[in-house]
């Protein structure tokens, strides 16, 4: 068993989008994976547009082979904060175990995790992932879901036989 982890990471950022500032927390979702030998196959920033982000996860999910795709940004109370609401669309299912353990890794950190509305759910064999902007929010984030995107991808992908004994 095992399936190869494709992600696509998209970046949602006014400032980013017209490069007034340098990513961070893209480049930090690729180094948190880089140890379960996931591949980036799909990297973009967009600005915070409802239309440009669920195009952008529309087109991946669609034409790109992705298994997962991880979003950074636009996921808190500021009016154009809207990851979420593109994402919505876009799902099937959701899937929210996810989104809350990454919500309560967060309050670990700071109370103001509490205020991040970033979803998890899938769309045929694909799992998508709302994370906060900030690479400190990335990090702690990812790393809470981390282990469990393998196994994820995995049952996405229709690979439902589990051996005897398995978690």
């Known amino acids: 068993m095992g399936v190869e982890l494709r992600v696509g990471v998209l970046t949602v950022s006014d400032a980013g989008s017209r490069g007034q500032r340098e990513d961070t927390a893209g480049p930090a979702i690729a180094e948190l994976l880089d140890p379960l030998g996931a591949k980036i196959v799909e990297k973009a920033i967009v600005p915070d547009e409802p239309d440009q982000i669920t195009a952008q996860l529309r087109a991946w999910i669609d034409n790109a082979g992705v298994n997962c795709v991880i979003t950074t940004g636009g996921t ?25 353990v990454m919500r309560a890794a967060g309050l670990r950190h700071t109370p103001k995790a509490a ?10 064999s694909t799992l998508i992932l709302n994370l906060p902007g900030s690479e400190k929010g990335v990090r702690e984030n990812l790393a809470a879901v981390l282990p469990l995107l393998p196994h994820a991808v995995e049952l996405l992908a229709g690979q439902t036989e589990h051996p005897a004994g398995a978690d």
Do not use: F, M, N
């Open 76 to 100: 808190g109370l500021g009016p154009r904060d809207i990851t979420p609401e593109a994402t919505r669309p876009v799902i099937d299912r959701e899937v929210p175990g996810l989104a809350e």
């Open 115 to 124: 205020l991040s509305r970033g979803l998890a759910g899938a769309t045929g």
